[in-house]
């Protein structure tokens, strides 16, 4: 909907910021309601060019129109580098612009996100509940799954022939091969499987195509794209409404009931901190009314620094399916009980810009790409100015604590080992990276090969300590009527893929608020009823 036929529309009951990963499942859950107005804003477009669509050109969409692009501050331990950001910016979000990896998270996540809540609703033997009910699998299953709900969720038919090769190469050195990495594999330390994707085939489905799409037509949704929001209106300690740029004009819509943030872990707290909820004294800097003090609003930011090894091809071998069909988890650095190491393969070359420069990359290669699963460092999302234009203010941390750095070694050196084994021997002419360049100073090409998954989480967590921003029901603290619910909500980072959770986030997100609407429904009846009595 464009901005002219929304103009006289500006009242609705619930407004939801984000039509990504997350807001998508909110929005489809609340509109079965047909006496729930909402309203979702995208801050994109949406779009269904062949880099979206064709499952296998995702890396195309980085840096493109569709990714906000976001930059981090130089990392000293990335010698100084800075990394990009990305996050997607159009309707389904990540999910539109990702790799397209359905990774349920592993039970000692779910189980902690419980127990920092205090909540069981969030333990994993509730949210496989959940995970059954919105799961259409295809694939081979060693646990319940679901096979009715609307999430369609595929283990590639014909995957590359280096995704069993590598799977094949974990178990020669120790690690246990599985079914598909979503069942019992996600009970365990170390595991090795054909991936689970979220595309049919050649074809990428995102998260809105699965829950929005096919309801568009709904008369009390209202899509309204391009559409840039700058804050949380709060009148009286209750989030009202929203400020938004729209076609160059802001505008403010009123919400009578709900304002839910689905912005992502970089948005959520920027928006968050531009309303005055945050740390009082970096919101009084830039002279921004103070709403509520959280000092944990942008803070606990982390993500999956991986550090990706490339091996050549013998013979032509292109990239097919989503490029990326296994996944493998080890325990190699701790004795907790899930793994500290995420591990994935690109049908491509994946490495730093800065290696890509200064290295003869050829295009007839794979990669490893393995990285830190549980990492210790954190970072912040801050503001940089008061404008609500201007550039976020990102520090990642990267391998800022020490633990992180040993683990990192011992990542590279885990990848050459299983890269070694005759099962990719027999399809790899040679290593590139780290290659024998670096392979005598690991910690240099630690420094020059680290980049993110763009798994960015935790910035505005769940929890019940002073640096908690929302509660157990996803409530912001202090602010009735204001939900989070996306990726920032994590105490800590999932292991593996984020986007999975994310929907789970998104269910719950709607259970709580349909719980919450109902009373409200409820309220209106009576009162017409009176009314008309």
Request: hydrophobic letters at 35%.
């Amino acid at each position: 909907m464009n901005a002219a036929s929304i103009a006289r529309s500006t009242e609705f009951d619930v407004i939801i910021c984000g039509a990504g990963t997350s807001g998508s499942v909110i929005a489809r859950r609340l509109t079965e309601n047909r006496d729930i107005k909402v309203l979702l804003l995208e801050s994109g477009d949406k779009s269904y060019t062949p880099t979206i669509t064709e499952a296998v050109r995702w890396p195309e969409n980085l840096a493109s129109d569709h990714d906000w692009m976001f930059h981090a501050e130089g990392e000293p331990g990335l010698g100084g580098r800075s990394l990009l950001m990305s996050m997607g910016r159009v309707v389904g979000g990540s999910s539109s612009i990702n790799a397209m990896i359905w990774a349920r998270g592993h039970k000692e996540d779910w189980d902690h996100y419980a127990e920092e809540s205090g909540d069981p609703s969030w333990n994993y033997e509730n949210i496989l509940k959940i995970y059954q009910r919105i799961e259409d699998y295809r694939g081979n299953a060693d646990t319940e799954r679901g096979s009715q709900g609307p999430v369609k969720v595929f283990q590639p038919a014909d995957p590359h022939p280096v995704a069993p090769a590598l799977v094949e190469a974990a178990a020669s050195v120790g690690i246990p091969t599985f079914a598909n990495p979503n069942g019992l594999m996600m009970q365990e330390r170390n595991g090795a499987a054909i991936s689970d994707v979220r595309a049919d085939g050649k074809t990428r489905i995102t998260i809105y195509d699965s829950y929005l799409r096919p309801v568009d037509h709904r008369e009390n949704l209202t899509l309204l794209t391009n559409a840039n929001v700058h804050r949380v209106v709060v009148h009286n300690g209750r989030a009202t409404g929203v400020d938004v740029l729209v076609e160059g004009k802001l505008q403010r819509f009123r919400a009578s009931e709900h304002v839910v943030l689905c912005s992502g872990a970089i948005n959520t707290p920027r928006i968050l901190l531009q309303s005055g909820i945050g740390n009082s004294e970096e919101i009084r800097r830039f002279g921004i009314d103070v709403v509520n003090h959280l000092p944990g609003v942008g803070e606990n930011l982390q993500d999956h620094i991986c550090f990706p090894s490339i091996f050549q091809f013998k013979s032509e071998m292109p990239a097919r399916g989503n490029g990326s069909e296994a996944t493998l988890y080890a325990s190699i650095g701790s004795e907790c009980a899930s793994p500290d190491v995420i591990m994935c393969q690109g049908e491509f070359p994946i490495c730093s810009p800065e290696l890509a420069h200064a290295n003869d990359i050829p295009a007839n290669a794979w990669s490893l790409v393995a990285g830190l699963a549980r990492p210790h460092s954190r970072g912040q999302v801050k503001l940089r100015q008061a404008d609500p234009l201007s550039d976020i203010l990102l520090r990642l941390n990267t391998l800022s604590h020490p633990d992180d750095v040993r683990l990192a070694k011992q990542i590279v050196e885990l990848c050459r080992d299983i890269g070694d084994q005759p099962a990719l021997r027999s399809l790899t002419q040679r290593q590139v990276l780290p290659g024998g360049k670096y392979g005598s100073d690991i910690d240099e090409f630690v420094k020059l090969s680290g980049v993110p998954f763009w798994h960015q989480t935790c910035t505005a967590k769940m929890g019940r300590d002073e640096m908690s921003v929302v509660d157990s029901r996803l409530k912001v603290y202090g602010i009735e009527n204001l939900t989070v619910a996306d990726g920032s909500i994590f105490p800590r980072i999932p292991t593996g893929n984020t986007m999975a959770p994310c929907v789970i986030v998104g269910e719950r997100a709607a259970d709580i608020l349909q719980q919450d609407l109902l009373k409200y429904t409820m309220r209106s009846a009576n009162a017409e009823a009176e009314f008309r009595y």
